[in-house]
């Protein structure tokens, strides 16, 4: 087999009916997806194919996982390979599927519209997802944020987040993570110097919210603690 069939239909129900999206095959065996005729991502054996151009390619290839693509022996300056253990899980595949669009000249508008999705993906957000996953009792909060994230709606706040009995418990934003615990709980992480307090943005801070702000932090082990916060709460 010259590609991982599996990693291809994964990339194919991502894209669903994008338009303008065709397949074809392509030097070294693999597959590629091409979106009005420049290639988004391709399969190579297992490996992910992702297009970026000169401006990214650097801090792209400082992400885990990422190495150059070689063809005959020489560096392909368009291209990188991102190892299968990189996109495990529909967020992961799905954020290195988005930061392989095309290079153009978007509008205004467009570059306003995907300055998160053409950032690169945060590793961070699918380890944690995958971990939830892999938990029974967890798996659900992993599915309903599959499926928020998958959808085609407008993005509304809490959209990209983890909940649990309907209620919000954590979500991704500005490049970390925040979660809701308890305030005693909040004012230890602040004190310690592992979060700070949470500013939605309309400058009142919510006291009972916290934003990670130490890489030290598991982020799945502080996921796991806020959704057994919010879990356990009463309705």
């Keep these: 087999m010259a590609y ?132 029974p009792k967890l798996r659900a909060v992993a599915e309903t944020f599959d499926a928020s994230n998958a959808s085609a709606r407008p993005r509304r706040f809490g959209s990209n987040g983890l909940k649990a009995n309907g209620k919000l418990f954590a979500l991704f934003t500005q490049g970390t993570l925040v979660v809701k615990l308890p305030k005693a709980r909040v004012d230890a992480l602040v004190a310690k110097g592992d979060g700070k307090p949470f500013d939605p943005g309309h400058g009142r801070l919510m006291k009972e919210w916290v934003t990670v702000v130490s890489p030290k932090v598991s982020w799945s082990a502080l996921a796991k603690e806020a959704h057994a916060f919010v879990a356990s709460a009463k309705r």
């Design 4 to 135: 991982d069939e599996a990693l291809a239909a994964r990339i194919r129900t991502l894209l669903g009916t994008t338009p303008g999206v065709t397949e074809k095959r392509i030097v070294g065996g693999g597959l590629g997806f091409m979106r009005d005729g420049k290639m988004v991502v391709g399969v190579m054996k297992d490996d992910l194919m992702m297009r970026t151009g000169p401006e990214r390619r650097a801090d792209v290839l400082k992400q885990p996982g990422v190495r150059p693509l070689r063809l005959g022996g020489k560096v392909t300056a368009a291209y990188v390979l991102v190892d299968p253990a990189a996109i495990r899980g529909r967020t992961a595949l799905r954020k290195w599927i988005e930061l392989g669009a095309p290079s153009g000249r978007p509008t205004k508008t467009a570059r306003r519209k995907h300055t998160t999705a053409n950032a690169a993906p945060d590793l961070r957000i699918g380890k944690l997802i995958d971990v939830f996953r892999g938990d």
